[in-house]
């Protein structure tokens, strides 16, 4: 049996549904693909409302989850498998869209507030701390009248979507980075903007 106190869960955080597929909100979904593919890993198995691929990056024990409870309830799902699993949360990265940081930047932080991200509320809630690594994906501020809601429920854009693989290529790097050399290194390595 593996020491489960090694085990990294990396979450990432969207909505379920085809009609949320490629939208801003969804950038942790988008993240969470892509580790899964760059790992060998599929995301097929449902476990505590998430679909979840246990396996192992860098030769360590890794459990990656995609909610599907929805964004605003992400915390009922996240807190129940760091439970199952017994993550410590120094081992737990939450990966998800921010829009107070510019489009095409990266930043990983050890602990901190939800800067009005509703899953992010719903997870500091569940686990009754703000303490956990998350990695926080640039996607800015919406122009003009816009209402954030509505932004963040749009799909990115034609020209944003050079910038966008970029982007998925080094946060999914970065993802990899923490589960071998932790938090610490990542940060130095990858908080600014991608590429």
Known sequence: MENQ???????????PGLEYKHTRHNFGFLVLDALAAECGLELKKMKFKALVAEGRIEGKPVVLAKPLTFMNDSGVSVAALVHYFKIDLNRLL??????????????LRAEGGTSGQKGMGSIIAKLGTQAFPRMRLGIGRPTGQMEAADY???RFAKQEEELLKIVLKTAVE???????????????????EAG
């Open 5 to 15: 106190s090694e085990i990294t869960l990396i979450t990432g955080l969207g909505n």
């Open 94 to 107: 939450v990966i998800h869209d921010e829009l107070d940081l510019p489009f095409g930047s990266i930043r």
């Open 152 to 154: 963040v429920l749009q």
């Open 174 to 192: 970065a993802a990899q980075n923490f589960v071998k050399d932790g938090l610490v290194t990542a940060m130095n390595r990858y908080n600014g």
